[in-house]
């Protein structure tokens, strides 16, 4: 028995969405605010800066971009932002603290909006296949 494949048109769909993420402009978290981040779902690119290069450190998606971004990874306990729970745990950061502030001076964040929460889904699993994010690929169970 073969699996059936989604069609040319789903490719060329899911590799233009991926190609508006990478292509957005990256947005700094030292001076964002609030009011830059849409309240819509989408998928989204922390990236860190390292030398001459943008090295992608986590890839997620979300109902509400606004409060996952802002709220949660930027101003949020580790509880609520798993990419501070990451720096910790690598020992790349000390301490909340540390990991907000590495957060705020060396990462940038872009996102593209889309409603649906299957090609949110998606979109997020075919960039982090592509971009294989420092952070936020989980152990297999």
Not at 108 to 127: H, K
Request: proline share 4%; aromatic share 12%; net charge positive.
């Amino acid at each position: 028995m073969r699996v059936k494949q989604q069609n040319e048109a789903w490719l060329e769909f899911i590799q233009g969405r991926y190609d508006a993420l990478i292509n957005c402009a990256p947005i700094s978290f030292k001076s964002i605010v609030p009011s830059m981040i849409p309240q819509v779902g989408g998928v989204y690119l922390i990236t860190a800066r390292k030398s001459n290069y943008e090295v992608p450190y986590y890839i997620g998606r979300s109902m509400n971009l606004r409060r996952r971004i802002y709220t949660n990874h930027l101003m949020g306990p580790i509880a609520n932002a798993r990419l501070k729970r990451y720096l910790i745990g690598s020992g790349e950061c000390r301490n909340v603290m540390d990991a907000k502030e590495f957060i705020r001076s060396n990462c940038s964040v872009r996102w593209i909006e889309e409603d649906n929460s299957r090609r949110r889904g998606a979109i997020e699993g075919y960039a982090v296949g592509l971009l294989f994010p420092v952070y936020g690929i989980y152990q297999e169970h």
